[in-house]
């Protein structure tokens, strides 16, 4: 079952929201063309906003809406908010092409969470949404 739901935040923030549910597990697909991850408040706001909103742990978001800081390791960011989103629960998918990023680092890291089980980095929304719907 998909449903859709359309956001807006105190910036003005918009995004498309889609619920999948399957086989009793459900996840929430967002798709948005503002950078709605940009540091560790943004980030749990926004995670707890789709939460509340559509009652789904399991998150997959599009790599547009995620600060390009997310994805320099040596910012720290991304291990901050990974980490606030497994003590709070959240899952996450990033989906998007990746092939920008040159970064061996980055790249060893982002192989590693895909073999996890609460961390991914997918090439499309629909692969996102599958690993997020796998038992774990």
């Known amino acids: 079952t998909v449903s859709n ?3 807006n935040k105190e910036r003005g923030d918009l995004m498309d929201l889609s619920v999948i549910r ?6 929430a697909v967002v798709n948005s063309q503002s950078v709605l991850i940009y540091d560790v408040v943004s980030a749990l706001d ?14 997959a978001l599009n790599k547009e809406a995620v600060s390009d800081e997310f994805f320099a390791l040596s ?6 908010i990974l980490q606030k989103f ?17 970064s061996s680092p980055l790249r060893d890291f982002m192989y590693e969470s895909n073999k996890g089980s609460d961390f991914f980095f997918q090439p499309d929304a ?10 774990r």
């Open 126 to 135: 629909d692969l996102a949404a599958e690993k997020l719907l796998e038992k």
């Open 86 to 102: 497994v003590n709070y629960g959240i899952r996450l998918a990033v989906y998007g092409d990746f092939s920008e990023y040159a």
């Open 75 to 80: 910012t720290r960011l991304a291990g901050e």
């Open 46 to 59: 926004f995670a707890m906003s789709v939460k509340c909103e559509t009652g789904c742990t399991g998150i």
């Open 22 to 27: 399957e086989n009793e597990k459900s996840a």
């Open 5 to 7: 739901y359309r956001w």
